[in-house]
């Protein structure tokens, strides 16, 4: 249920703010009042060890084209994203030859199983459920939980005692109600059954604050359907007991010697400036 609702509410989101945020170019306005800056997963003084790449002649990625901003087809027909393009940094570093071919999203963990790909780079909640079919990289990216308010709020912050008898929006049976029932349970919560009528009740004024998914709501505040109603409030949070381990790369379980070469490729992108460039490229208005 909780991959279901990851798909659907991020993705709702996204298409509504990809033409202003990737075909149309970043909007003034995140370029004005963000600072955004890359999240880094990996240690920068950590010395990384190339492991041995002999038994690996070529890699082929699979992923999808239909989760922008990280895999989505052009108008010709190729695909683009932030996992496509992080793909081709990782067959630079390796020197290795590479094809990114596309499937539907619920068929790449079978196809990984049947030797019809090499590695999966599309979006992989790292679960314990996932676990059991495909190993993973160390997670690339996260998707941990925030608070936006109404830029006219004046709420001091969002932490516990902030949000003390206020209202709190939120997607019902979500990680992010499980998370608000646990730590904030002085908060009135609002549960509508999407994480978009969350965001439009706090458009509306009829909450004081609404936590959902990070990435999402970074689209959301810089897509038009917000219409500069709203803003981020205080922090992630990113407990994996609720928002998970974040999303790695996945290949078939035991196939170590892949998984290494992998991980190696992520971490020497990232100490190279090229992860942030890339993030930067997708995520004008920083999720973290």
Known sequence: MAEAWRRSSILTSFRSALVILLLAGASSRAAE???AAAPSFWDPSRKIEKPDLSAIKQIRFLTEDDFPPFDFALPDGTIAGFNVDLARAICEELELPCTIQRRRWDTLAA????NAGDAAIASFAITAETRKKMDFTAPYYTTPGRFVTRTDSTLPGAAPEALADRTIAVAADSAHEAYLRKFFPKSTLATYPTAQQARTALKEGRAHA???????LAFWLNGADAADCCMFKDGPYSDPNFFGDGV????KKNNIALRRALDYALARVAQKGVYAELYLK?????PY
Do not use: H, K, Q, R
């Not at 790695?248 to 290949?251: R, T």
């Open 210 to 216: 609404m936590f959902g998914d990070a990435i999402s």
């Open 33 to 35: 009042t963000t600072n």
């Open 248 to 251: 790695g790369v996945a290949v």
């Open 111 to 114: 196809a990984l199983d049947e």
């Open 282 to 286: 997708y995520f004008p208005l920083g």
